[in-house]
């Protein structure tokens, strides 16, 4: 039975680890698409006065796609603000019961953020608004971006809760 728990943890390890090569890959090509709005629209505003109305928000919501979507990443390799002053003073056995705690706190966190978010953006769909530009452009990508967000920072929270369970190394180590 435990070996066939650690052959599942392994797989969610490695799943774990192409979602996060395709992250990174995203974010990689949605930087280089909010370089080339705010390039083409310089161009256009200084070379043509003629500036768009849609490129700002293009811009946010690519930066808010690449925000919310590297949660995950983040919680992965330990780049958040945490509290290391507390797990310095602790014994090995203790640090990891924190550390326990603290994948149970942002696994629940992301988890009920994740059902408001959900509901919001349903809202949204079916409101169908959105910014009055020469382009339409709706008001839900933003929701949809915190969605995804908060569902990785669940798988992230849930593998690192695994490999605690199986006393194997967290993050930065």
Do not use: Q
Not at 16 to 31: C, H
Not at 97 to 105: A, I, K
Not at 145 to 156: H, P, T, W, Y
């Amino acid at each position: 039975m435990e070996n066939r728990f650690v052959s599942i943890i392994d797989r969610y390890e490695k799943w774990l680890r192409s979602i996060g090569k395709v992250v990174d890959t995203l974010s990689a090509y949605l930087f280089l698409a909010v370089t080339l709005f705010v390039v083409i629209e310089v161009f256009c505003r200084y070379f043509f006065k003629s500036p768009h109305d849609w490129s700002d928000i293009m811009v946010v919501y690519t930066v808010l796609f690449v925000v919310f979507l590297n949660i995950g990443a983040v919680e992965e390799e330990e780049r958040h603000i945490c509290l290391d002053l507390v797990n310095l003073k602790l014994r090995d056995k203790w640090k990891r019961r924190t550390d326990m705690f603290n994948c149970l706190v942002s696994f629940s966190a992301c988890g009920i953020m994740a059902y408001f978010v959900f509901n919001n953006f349903i809202y949204l769909v079916r409101a169908g608004g959105g910014y009055e530009t020469s382009i339409p452009m709706p008001d839900w990508p933003p929701s949809l971006a915190m969605l995804m967000g908060m569902i990785m920072g669940m798988i992230v929270s849930l593998g690192k809760l695994f490999r605690l369970v199986l006393d194997r190394p967290v993050g930065k180590d």
